[in-house]
Nanobody, 121 residues
Framework: QVQLVESGGGLVQPGGSLRLSCAAS????????MGWYRQAPGNQRELVAT???????LYANSITGRFTISRDNANNTVYLEMNNLKPDDTAVYYC???????????????WGQGTQVTVSS
């Protein structure tokens, strides 16, 4: 039993900012790489950013310089700070994490339910 719960989505004006949060909870032995993905209507889901336990980050070219991913390992939480938002950023944003529920089991990849981000004037 593992849950990833996103929060922070909503409607924002072009050029505005939002901060998304995702907390992993449940039967957790360890949380490893976490990340954010997004899916716009009619498009496939795409990677936005990932972050390892040690803090190494990877960003999609489309958001370079505008978004920042971070994490709080003590609370199994990952954040996505989004600045200078554009209409093309409109999408459902999904949290993703590799989680172990036992020392005897391998990590399993989990998805959150998604949170809507709409950038419009």
């Amino acid at each position: 039993q593992v849950q990833l719960v996103e929060s922070g989505g909503g409607l924002v004006q072009p050029g505005g900012s939002l901060r998304l949060s995702c907390a992993a909870s449940g039967n957790i032995f360890g949380v490893y790489t976490m990340g954010w993905y997004r899916q716009a209507p009619g498009n496939q889901r795409e990677l936005v950013a990932t972050i390892t336990t040690a803090g190494s980050t990877l960003y999609a070219n489309s958001i370079t310089g505008r978004f920042t991913i971070s994490r709080d390992n003590a609370n199994n939480t990952v954040y996505l700070e989004m600045n200078n938002l554009k209409p093309d950023d409109t999408a459902v944003y999904y949290c993703n994490a590799d989680v172990r529920t036992s020392w005897r089991l391998n990590a399993v990849n989990y998805w959150g339910q998604g949170t809507q981000v709409t950038v419009s004037s």
